[in-house]
């Protein structure tokens, strides 16, 4: 395992209780008035507790899709998401919400998604969507692969809209399977790892997960649910029992801000 300093596993909490204190003072960089949903998103992981058994906590997996990949210009026109609870994935807890975008919507990223302006005119625009969004998670760890992306987009939104961004942890299952990875060829004979590729759908086919289709933002929620509980149960069969554990082991996922 790999170790770190025991400020890692309380500076989350503390980052917290800080964001809580000035949001309501009314201080640093909440400039204008905080959503009632967003500071009970923050009440919700003031004291943020580590160690309770993995299985104790609820996950929310999600997936976005996007006019373009930079946060400071482009915009969310599609967000999927799907609950996970005692490690087991309901199909019909979901949510999927289509976004109309305010700006331009880039034909590269309509040919990927598929998605086009007919299809969004006449969805709500994001600061409509964000509250049904935070009420879907209502506590709830975030997941995602490469979820550093769509928080990004969402915070963005989140600072906009609502007056500050989201407090909730969130875990990535691209770098959960690096540190699965790593300590499955760690673990073995041959000391070199072969090359493999964290794309999420090339990840769903190397540990022969169920397959769905690409860049519909629900769809890609429920693959990475799949990878999610996969990577989560193997990594349980070792040392990992708490969500401390978890953080301790890998260090190749990260929380988010």
Same mark, same amino acid.
């Given at each position: 395992?790999?170790?770190?300093?025991? =400020?890692?596993?309380?500076? +989350?909490?503390?980052?917290?209780?800080?964001?809580?204190?000035?949001?309501?003072?009314?201080?640093?960089?909440?400039?204008?008035?905080?959503?009632?949903?967003?500071?009970?998103?923050?009440?919700? +992981?003031?004291?943020?507790?580590?160690?309770?058994?993995?299985?104790?906590?609820? #996950?929310?997996?999600?997936?976005?899709?996007?006019?373009?990949?930079?946060?400071?210009?482009?915009?969310?026109?599609?967000?999927?998401?799907?609950?996970?609870?005692?490690? =087991?994935?309901?199909? =019909?807890?979901?949510?999927?919400?289509?976004?109309?975008?305010?700006?331009?919507?880039?034909?590269?990223?309509?040919?990927?998604?598929?998605?086009?302006?007919?299809?969004?005119?006449?969805?709500?625009?994001?600061?409509?969507?964000?509250?049904?969004?935070?009420? +879907?998670?209502?506590?709830?760890?975030?997941?995602?692969?490469?979820?550093?992306?769509?928080?990004?987009?969402?915070?963005?939104?989140?600072?906009?809209?609502?007056?500050?961004?989201?407090?909730?942890?969130?875990?990535?299952?691209?770098?959960?399977?690096?540190?699965?990875?790593?300590?499955?060829?760690?673990?073995? #004979?041959?000391? #070199?790892?072969?090359?493999?590729?964290?794309?999420?759908?090339?990840?769903?086919?190397?540990?022969?997960?169920?397959?769905?289709?690409?860049?519909?933002?629900?769809?890609?929620?429920?693959?990475?649910?799949?990878? #999610?509980?996969?990577?989560?149960?193997?990594?349980?069969?070792?040392?990992?029992?708490?969500?401390?554990?978890?953080?301790?082991?890998?260090? =190749?996922?990260?929380?988010?801000?």
């Amino acid at each position: 395992m790999m170790s770190t300093s025991a =400020s890692a596993t309380t500076g +989350f909490t503390g980052r917290i209780a800080g964001l809580l204190q000035a949001v309501r003072k009314g201080l640093g960089r909440w400039t204008g008035p905080v959503h009632p949903l967003l500071e009970e998103n923050y009440a919700l +992981f003031a004291d943020f507790d580590q160690e309770r058994p993995i299985e104790e906590y609820s #996950f929310v997996v999600l997936d976005s899709e996007l006019t373009g990949l930079n946060p400071s210009r482009d915009e969310i026109v599609s967000i999927g998401a799907v609950r996970v609870a005692g490690f =087991s994935i309901n199909p =019909s807890d979901t949510l999927h919400l289509m976004v109309r975008p305010r700006g331009t919507m880039h034909k590269p990223a309509t040919l990927v998604h598929r998605i086009t302006p007919e299809a969004v005119a006449d969805k709500p625009p994001i600061e409509d969507v964000l509250p049904e969004l935070l009420r +879907f998670c209502n506590g709830s760890l975030i997941v995602g692969h490469h979820v550093g992306l769509d928080m990004a987009f969402l915070n963005r939104a989140a600072r906009r809209h609502m007056g500050g961004s989201l407090a909730t942890p969130c875990i990535d299952t691209m770098r959960l399977a690096q540190a699965w990875e790593q300590e499955r060829w760690e673990a073995s #004979f041959d000391p #070199f790892q072969p090359s493999i590729s964290y794309n999420l759908r090339d990840l769903a086919a190397h540990y022969g997960l169920p397959r769905f289709q690409e860049h519909d933002a629900l769809e890609d929620a429920m693959q990475a649910a799949y990878l #999610f509980v996969y990577l989560v149960r193997k990594m349980r069969g070792g040392s990992i029992r708490t969500l401390k554990d978890l953080f301790m082991a890998g260090r =190749s996922w990260r929380w988010y801000m």
